[in-house]
């Protein structure tokens, strides 16, 4: 990569197919049975490795740094592509897992987030429970980005004063 960086480009063409066979097995690992996404996720991990080259940090190990990338391009696959599976013995699963717990949790939450404004509950269940990125929340919510990161900001300061006492 450094050398790629640097202008090197037999350098660069080298370290972009030695990467095809680890992401292959990166992605492969975690979508069986999904060759066809498997080959996307390799080509639009290797597009935004070219067009992010520029944030790599010398210092760091350049593999982790590539992984993250493809770790964020299965997440968006994920994203977008969310199926609903019919699960033979659904129950008992969710029992054996813990579901019930998940539940009870799930509760927790919203008594928690139900002493907040609403707007302020809604973007922090969007941002910090659903995982949805403050740009998503915001054109969920009709709001601007930084109003999302503001109502977060105030209700996690409000919740966390609450579970001091302090209020």
Not at 48 to 65: E, S
Not at 80 to 96: D, S, T
């Amino acid at each position: 990569m450094i050398g790629g960086l640097d202008g090197d480009a037999d350098a660069y063409t080298a370290l972009l197919g030695a990467l095809v066979p680890l992401l292959r097995s990166f992605f492969g690992r975690r979508l069986r049975g999904a060759a066809d996404d498997v080959e996307d996720l390799v080509q639009e991990t290797l597009m935004a490795i070219h067009t992010r080259r520029g944030t790599y940090d010398r210092t760091r190990p350049f593999v982790a740094w590539a992984y993250a990338v493809a770790r964020y391009k299965m997440i968006d696959q994920f994203r977008r592509n969310r199926h609903m599976v019919q699960i033979e013995g659904l129950e008992e699963i969710l029992v054996a897992e813990g579901f019930e717990d998940a539940c009870a949790a799930r509760m927790d939450i919203d008594r928690l987030l139900g002493g907040l404004s609403p707007k302020q509950a809604k973007a922090i269940r969007d941002t910090k429970v659903d995982g949805l990125s403050i740009a998503e929340a915001a054109q969920s919510a009709g709001l601007s980005d930084a109003d999302v990161k503001v109502s977060v900001h105030r209700g996690l300061k409000a919740l966390a004063a609450r579970l001091r006492g302090d209020g």
